[in-house]
């Protein structure tokens, strides 16, 4: 816990910013600072410095001084606010305050729409660390709109055809991504690979990120650990055409993931100067991929080519340490209870569950033997049969799949206890 005094000293503040916006008249003397910030102070240096090592009590009661030196020598609008605001944010996540650390951004946000419009740019990395902050509180709808907000910020400034917007999308589809919501993600990576084709130029390096991402949607979809369903909260509609449209689906259709891993590839080959590792990778998931839909011949075809290429490479490179040793690409998640209450959350705890396998040639498990349960109250029964399912991408030796034992496979994932524990 932080201690009072840390806690004091940023609550006052953070009042005093809101106090001091309360009593100002609306038609103030001074002016507003225009454009972004200037270049940090030292003290702005110094906090984050302390953030970096993890201090984060000192942080924050450094963060809160700053703010109250700035108030005490200019005004509660003034932009110089907004660095000590948001690492006073910073420290107050880390430390798990995330009421506090929501306020600061606020604060922090509000002043630089102030300063610089309400759809300005330097808003979003804030933004996104309210959604940060509003997920950890389990607030994911909440930090679903803070997201979407960001990329209407990135619409608003750059239109919908410049290849500014890209890393707003590429932003936004991984956040759909992380959160089970594969089917918008995917919506997003189709459109930032037209974009990127169209104003960038395809082979670009946007491109091929994008065709990443759309890659990992079709593999999700298939091979996720979980996806929640996403409903559709639109109202019904009375065309039958449009019905059709929208609640048809096409069963097994993972095509265009491998067709976009294989593109990936190709744009890689076609570079003049390919990095060779980031080409192995591109490689290796295709290959994974091909392991996991079972076309076992595709898959080791691949495999081979990667080790061939990469021969007379050290033990230490990328290549051989990715096939020197079984890599798990799949293992299903039991489901567990989720706190039905908010005071529920105050019995959440991290669960971790080991076991050993053997890992055969095709990347299929065996022989599961539970190692570790914690905590003890957990029923590991199920977590054991979900091992079965588990598919890992086998280790090669002198370019040979073989047979692995003992490889470890751990399950770790936030546990309800009982009450009565």
């Known amino acids: ?26 038609n103030s003397e001074w002016g507003l600072p225009p454009g972004l910030p200037n270049a940090e102070s030292e003290e702005v240096q110094r906090i984050r410095e302390l953030i970096r090592t993890e201090e984060y009590e000192a942080a924050i ?8 030196e700035i108030l005490g ?46 759809n300005s740019l330097d808003q979003v990395n804030l933004l996104y660390r309210e ?25 608003e400034q750059f239109g919908n055809q410049s290849p500014e917007l890209i890393p707003g999308m590429q932003r936004l589809a991984y956040w759909y991504l992380s959160t089970g919501n594969i089917f918008a993600a995917r919506s997003v990576y189709r459109g930032c690979v037209a974009l990127a084709e169209e104003s960038v130029g395809t082979g670009s390096r946007p491109v091929i990120d994008c065709l990443k991402g759309l890659a990992r949607t ?22 039958k055409r449009e019905r059709r449209e929208r609640f048809k689906t096409t069963i097994n259709d993972y095509k265009p993931g491998e067709r976009a891993l294989l593109d990936v590839v190709r744009m890689l080959l076609d570079q003049k100067a390919p990095d060779l590792d980031e080409l192995a990778a591109a490689k290796l998931e295709l290959a994974d991929w091909y392991l996991l839909f079972e076309d076992w011949k595709r898959a080791f075809v691949i495999y081979r080519n990667v080790l061939k290429t990469h021969a007379s490479a050290d033990s230490n490179s990328f290549v051989k340490q990715e096939l020197s040793a079984p890599k798990l690409l799949h293992v299903p998640y039991p ?38 349960v914690e905590p003890a109250s957990l029923d590991e029964r199920r977590y054991q049969t979900s091992s079965r399912y588990a598919r890992f991408r086998p280790a090669f030796e002198e370019g040979v799949p073989v047979a692995v034992d003992a490889v470890p496979l751990i399950y770790e994932f936030l546990y309800l206890k009982p009450r009565n524990e």
């Open 335 to 372: 489901k567990e209870p989720a706190p039905e209450r908010l005071e529920d959350y105050a019995r959440q705890t991290m669960a971790r569950v080991e076991f050993e396998v053997s890992v055969n040639r095709a990347g299929m498990v065996s022989n599961i033997a539970l190692v570790a």
């Open 61 to 68: 009661e450094l963060a809160a001084a700053q703010v109250e």
């Open 1 to 26: 816990m932080l201690r009072s005094s840390c806690i004091r000293s940023a609550f006052v503040a953070l009042l005093a910013i809101s106090s001091a916006a309360e009593t100002e008249k609306a």
């Open 131 to 155: 959604a940060s902050t509003l997920y950890a509180m389990n607030r994911v709808d909440d930090a679903n709109t803070l997201h979407e907000r960001a990329f209407t910020v990135f619409r």
């Open 218 to 239: 079709y593999r999700m979809e298939r091979w996720s650990r979980s996806v929640r369903r996403v409903v559709d909260h639109r109202p019904p509609t009375r065309n």
């Open 73 to 118: 020598r200019t005004h509660q609008y003034d932009h110089e606010l907004v660095a000590p605001l948001t690492l006073l944010g910073d420290g107050f996540h880390a430390m798990q305050e995330f009421s506090l650390a929501l306020e600061s951004y606020l604060q922090a946000r509000q002043l630089t729409r102030i300063a610089n419009g309400l």
